[in-house]
């Protein structure tokens, strides 16, 4: 690996994670999935083939497998309305953090495209961000760590809404393509590094894309600890029977707390 950093992984369920062995650095893969195990042995075959036969770097030999492989079995239609809301809500707070603390240190903080639980991991805190369309402020929780501390460190939720924006508002793509420039006017390097946190999010910039939005108002900016959710806490002995828990959360109404660790007050999307 030299002194690269390993690529993103764009497949949810396969982790690409920087490893130190005998002073060298290197890239550990990992999937997610047990069940999906026998295929992720084929996967790594094919990387190693790549890497042993073709003689390509590691980072190459894993896109064009895992380009290949799409290729093969047919990109995906898009992402859904609850994710591309999503990012337009990760890409605003994105900004935000850039115009307070630079770019650099804005793409370091944003950990959710890397797999992580949640969205943004500040100097001492994280931060997840849910965005609806709807006038609710109802969101879906994947998981029981999504609104869970890790590692002791305080956790905060923001909650976005979005409306449709007509000519005034901004579609993705607008949003992604005035975040990457932002970046890339401060560093080109940094401009490459938001197209990959892209991709691993899923976006492609080739998939149709005419919806405008614009924020409603200013987002709800909380404790996760003072707000209505589930953790592995809150589960019964179950002996491991319930192994997923998706559920909607809704936070209208409720105080905003003091003290937030951004302000996202009159958010804007890019």
Do not use: C
């Amino acid at each position: 690996m030299g002194t690269r950093r390993p690529p993103i992984s764009t497949l949810p369920a396969v982790r690409i994670d920087p490893i130190v062995h005998e002073g060298r650095r290197m890239a550990r893969l990992a999937t997610t999935e047990a069940d999906l195990v026998r295929d992720f042995h084929d996967l790594l075959l094919a990387v190693a083939d790549r890497m042993v036969g073709d003689g390509l770097s590691f980072d190459r030999a894993f896109d064009e497998t895992v380009h290949a492989w799409s290729a093969l079995l047919g990109r995906p239609r898009g992402l859904s309305l609850e994710r591309r809301l999503g990012l337009h809500g990760e890409l605003a707070v994105l900004g935000r953090l850039a115009q307070s603390h630079g770019w650099g240190t804005a793409l370091d903080a944003w950990v959710g495209p890397q797999g992580e639980e949640h969205d943004f991991a500040l100097s001492e805190v994280d931060l997840e961000i849910k965005t609806t369309a709807s006038e609710a402020r109802r969101h879906t929780v994947h998981g029981l760590g999504q609104l869970a501390e890790t590692a002791g460190r305080p956790l905060w939720f923001a909650s976005l809404r979005l409306t449709r924006g007509g000519v005034t508002g901004r579609t993705l793509r607008e949003s992604a393509k005035a975040a990457r420039d932002a970046a890339a006017a401060e560093n080109i390097a940094l401009g490459r590094r938001l197209d990959r946190g892209l991709a691993a999010s899923g976006y492609d910039p080739d998939q149709p894309d005419d919806e405008r939005w614009t924020p409603r108002d200013s987002p709800l900016v909380m404790r996760a600890s003072t707000m209505p959710r589930f953790t592995e806490d809150d589960l019964p002995a179950n002996d491991g029977r319930i192994t997923r828990v998706t559920y909607v959360v809704d936070v209208t109404g409720l105080p905003a707390s003091d003290a937030p660790p951004v302000d996202l007050s009159d958010l804007g999307l890019l």
